[in-house]
């Protein structure tokens, strides 16, 4: 009798890539000339990036840098959930991007049921922010794979696949 193999999908991105990708937003805002005198100010928290600019105008232009920046290392422009643009006093605005990172109950529940609905013979097992699913061929977790790529517009996070056993 065959073990039983797995593989987990998450949504997770690299830190250390969304960090170059600030770095980078940063220094175009300095250079480019129509951003320059802006003042604006691009800070990375532990959940969160808080952008502080002049206008709403500069604000959408600085927004735009930084989803180019994010696709340009491979991140997904789904872990950015925008907040509301808020003045800040002194004539200025404010934007708190929340920084998405595992998978919400609501939407594991459509993955497990996407699945089971496609691939009867595998079994998906929510576990804390993740999905565990498992089936005796690997044939079958390959095509659950294939499934969930194919559908990946329909869920609201970036899912990555791992600990492929």
Request: glycine share 4%; charged share 35%; no cysteine.
């Amino acid at each position: 009798m065959a073990a039983e193999s797995t593989f987990d999908v998450v949504s997770d991105f690299d830190r250390q890539e969304l960090v170059n990708a600030l770095d980078q937003t940063r220094r175009d805002v300095g250079t480019r000339y129509d951003l320059k005198d802006t003042k604006t100010e691009i800070t990375l928290g532990e959940k969160d990036i808080t952008i502080m600019t002049d206008s709403e105008m500069t604000l959408a232009a600085v927004r735009d840098i930084l989803e180019t920046k994010a696709i340009r290392r491979n991140l997904s422009i789904k872990i950015f959930e925008y907040g509301e643009a808020e003045e800040a006093g002194n004539m200025r605005m404010r934007q708190v991007i929340t920084l998405q990172k595992g998978i919400a109950d609501e939407i594991a529940k459509k993955i497990q049921k996407l699945i089971k609905a496609s691939h009867p013979k595998v079994q998906a097992r929510i576990q804390g922010d993740a999905l565990r699913v498992g089936s005796k061929s690997r044939d079958d977790l390959q095509a659950v794979m294939a499934t969930l790529r194919e559908h990946q517009d329909e869920f609201t996070v970036p899912l990555q696949f791992n600990n492929y056993r």
